[in-house]
């Protein structure tokens, strides 16, 4: 558990469930939060959508405050003793500002360390995302990689690819 300063809202995790699945897919609120978490889908995120993402992938882990789910990441890459990939992450609106993102990064960097015993855990973030390009930062992550990538509208934009080692944890 965890409870951030100030907040009174207490936060705690779990792995997915399926009954889980159409709440997540009510997170993002438009196409450029979708792109944001998924650059793959297509708006509105759907069950199906999300569910195979979800097979494809691993330790796909929820954020609970009470007893509503208020978050939502995974791993795409998960290497014992190596690199771990932390994706999909997503926060629901009312739940945004309350230490929610926050809580889900540094949840999957541990378990990405303590579970994988991985050497680095990466995360990636769009460059017109500046919450997450202000929050990765302060939680560890350095830019490592700058990738070209196509936005929504088919405009040029950066996908920024941070990292945290091991031994650089805050």
């Not at 438009?30 to 650059?39: G, S, T, V």
């Not at 360390?113 to 997450?132: H, K, L, M, P, W």
């Not at 990738?147 to 996908?159: G, M, N, P, T």
Request: glycine content about 6%.
């Amino acid at each position: 558990m965890h409870r951030p300063q100030g907040r009174a809202m207490i936060l705690q995790h779990r792995p997915v469930k399926a009954d889980d699945i159409k709440t997540i897919c009510s997170f993002p609120l438009n196409a450029r939060e979708l792109f944001f978490m998924f650059p793959k889908a297509q708006y509105p995120l759907t069950e199906a959508q999300l569910s195979n993402a979800i097979t494809q992938r691993f330790d796909s882990t929820i954020v609970e405050a009470g007893n509503s789910v208020v978050g939502f990441a995974n791993f795409y890459r998960a290497e014992t003793g190596g690199v771990c990939c932390i994706g999909n992450v997503i926060v629901a609106q009312e739940a945004r500002g309350k230490g929610v993102a926050t809580f889900i990064v540094e949840t999957m960097t541990a378990l990405a360390f303590d579970r994988y015993d991985a050497t680095e855990v990466q995360i990636s973030c769009f460059n017109e995302n500046t919450a997450g390009l202000l929050l990765y930062p302060k939680l560890g992550f350095l830019p490592f990689a700058v990738e070209e990538r196509a936005s929504l509208d088919s405009r040029r934009s950066a996908l920024i690819h941070m990292s945290c080692s091991r031994a650089a944890r805050p």
